[in-house]
T-cell receptor, first 118, second 114 residues
Framework: GAVVSQHPSWVICKSGTSVKIECRSLDFQATTMFWYRQFPKQSLMLMATSNEGSKATYEQGVEKDKFLINHASLTLSTLTVTSAHPEDSSFYIC??????????????FGQGTRLTVV | AQSVAQPEDQVNVAEGNPLTVKCTYS??????LFWYVQYPNRGLQFLLKYITGDNLVKGSYGFEAEFNKSQTSFHLKKPSALVSDSALYFCAVVPRAAGNKLTFGGGTRVLVKP
């Protein structure tokens, strides 16, 4: 099946610095990718929809200036957490759909990035 | 707005016994329904999906799920659980016209004891 690769798997950064997380579709093209956030023992919450060649669409309550999304190509979307603070510590997961757009379409997920802000 | 409910935070089952993880949904129209499994500090792995057709869907690792439109449920089942099935399970729904935004249930932790 299709593969979505996320990098890094984990990162520790100092408060006030910025962190970039990459999400790549390895063997298919994705005009749209999705970024989720997951707190411990909780479900995935959609943060934003990343659109190749245009601005991302953010969910209500997600700070656009805090979580910068760039979808530079059909295989790469990046999430940059700017001026990170301890409350931004979380597990971030990206996903992309692959398939024929009908019954054979399926969402594939990256392995996730554990961000710890100290 | 669509929603997904997984009423049980945790399910405990002995190895070899049947496993059921419940899921109900609320969405207009005919949605696509999915089950995913997550192991610690990992992304989600696809188990199975219902798009159309037979209400009983068979997926990976011996799992299956039954779509019940009248009860708006999509419960996940496995006839004989393994210790390695211990993980976090998510039910998800996407309305067919929603641009592929998945809405997840709260997740159910499954613990299979030897």
């Amino acid at each position: 099946g299709a593969v979505v690769s996320q990098h890094p798997s984990w990162v520790i950064c100092k408060s006030g610095t910025s962190v970039k997380i990459e999400c790549r579709s390895l063997d298919f093209q994705a005009t749209t990718m999705f970024w989720y956030r997951q707190f411990p023992k909780q479900s995935l919450m959609l943060m934003a929809t990343s659109n190749e060649g245009s601005k991302a669409t953010y969910e209500q309550g997600v700070e656009k200036d805090k979580f910068l999304i760039n979808h530079a190509s059909l295989t790469l979307s990046t999430l940059t957490v700017t001026s990170a603070h301890p409350e931004d510590s979380s597990f971030y997961i990206c996903s992309a759909w692959a398939g024929d757009g009908r019954e054979n379409t399926e969402a594939f997920f990256g392995q996730g990035t554990r961000l710890t802000v100290v | 707005a669509q929603s997904v409910a997984q009423p049980e935070d945790q399910v405990n089952v002995a190895e070899g016994n049947p496993l059921t993880v419940k899921c109900t949904y609320s969405v207009s129209g005919n949605p696509y329904l999915f089950w995913y499994v997550q192991y610690p500090n990992r992304g989600l792995q696809f188990l199975l999906k219902y798009i159309t057709g037979d209400n009983l869907v068979k997926g990976s690792y011996g799992f299956e799920a039954e779509f019940n439109k009248s009860q708006t449920s999509f419960h996940l089942k496995k006839p004989s659980a393994l210790v390695s099935d211990s993980a976090l399970y998510f039910c998800a729904v996407v309305p067919r016209a929603a641009g592929n935004k998945l809405t997840f249930g709260g997740g159910t932790r499954v613990l299979v004891k030897p």
